[in-house]
T-cell receptor, first 115, second 114 residues
Framework: ETGVTQTPRHLVMGMTNKKSLKCEQH?????MYWYKQSAKKPLELMFV???????ENNSVPSRFSPECPNSSHLFLHLHTLQPEDSALYLC??????????????FGSGTRLTVV | AQSVTQLDSHVSVSEGTPVLLRCNYS??????LFWYVQHPNKGLQLLLK??????LVKGINGFEAEFKKSETSFHLTKPSAHMSDAAEYFC????????????FGAGTRLTVKP
């Protein structure tokens, strides 16, 4: 257990469904992140939250909608996804937004399959 | 902007032999460098990091990496591979001139043969 918990571990959804991914950390970290990991591609940073405020959105399509109600919880709401959105979605946290100094703690990810 | 290149997509070694995973980086400023490991169906775990202190960095599970500025390299090594080292390894660079941006390499898959 890394300290960052993601649920569900696996998710299969149709293109018209709405689902949510959940991430939780009790490490006392102030920053949380969503990454997308696709086969044969480097990790892609999607969203950054610092003290529950969004600070970065890296041109992510609006069918992905993040929510951060507090510094310990992060959600990714999904709707009308495409098959190319199938990937491993990783949540991470860091002590502060200065992740260059502290690095990340990652969750185990949610394997998403869009059919 | 910074970038990172992992020179091998796949490395195969025999158990008990040395491991070398190669990483080259490009950075306009003093970089921070990291190695992460990802076991199947798991998230990424930090192995070690370089943040401008000692150039030889020791990490968990017997891994170490050496920052060589002249060669812009940060190769990961281990003297003796164990079966449990089989995983995907990612080199990451962050440029202190660029606002917290962390660039991941494409990964190197390490296979350990009995």
């Amino acid at each position: 257990e890394t300290g960052v918990t993601q649920t569900p571990r696996h998710l299969v959804m149709g293109m018209t469904n709405k689902k949510s991914l959940k991430c939780e950390q009790h490490l006392g970290h102030n920053a949380m992140y969503w990454y997308k990991q696709s086969a044969k591609k480097p990790l892609e940073l999607m969203f950054v939250y610092n003290f529950k405020e969004q600070t970065e959105n890296n041109s992510v399509p609006s069918r992905f909608s993040p929510e951060c109600p507090n510094s310990s919880h992060l959600f990714l709401h999904l709707h009308t996804l495409q098959p190319e959105d199938s990937a491993l979605y990783l949540c991470a946290s860091s002590q502060t937004i200065d992740r260059r100094t502290y690095g990340y703690t990652f969750g185990s990810g949610t394997r998403l399959t869009v059919v | 902007a910074q970038s990172v290149t992992q020179l091998d997509s796949h490395v195969s070694v025999s158990e008990g032999t040395p491991v070398l995973l190669r990483c080259n980086y490009s950075s306009s400023y003093s970089p921070s460098l990291f190695w992460y490991v990802q076991h199947p169906n798991k998230g990424l775990q930090l192995l070690l990091k370089y943040t401008s202190a000692a150039t030889l960095v020791k990490g968990i599970n017997g891994f170490e990496a050496e920052f060589k500025k002249s060669e812009t390299s940060f190769h990961l090594t281990k003297p003796s591979a164990h079966m449990s080292d089989a995983a995907e390894y990612f080199c990451v660079v962050s440029d202190h001139g660029n606002n917290n941006d962390m660039r991941f390499g494409a990964g190197t898959r390490l296979t350990v043969k009995p």
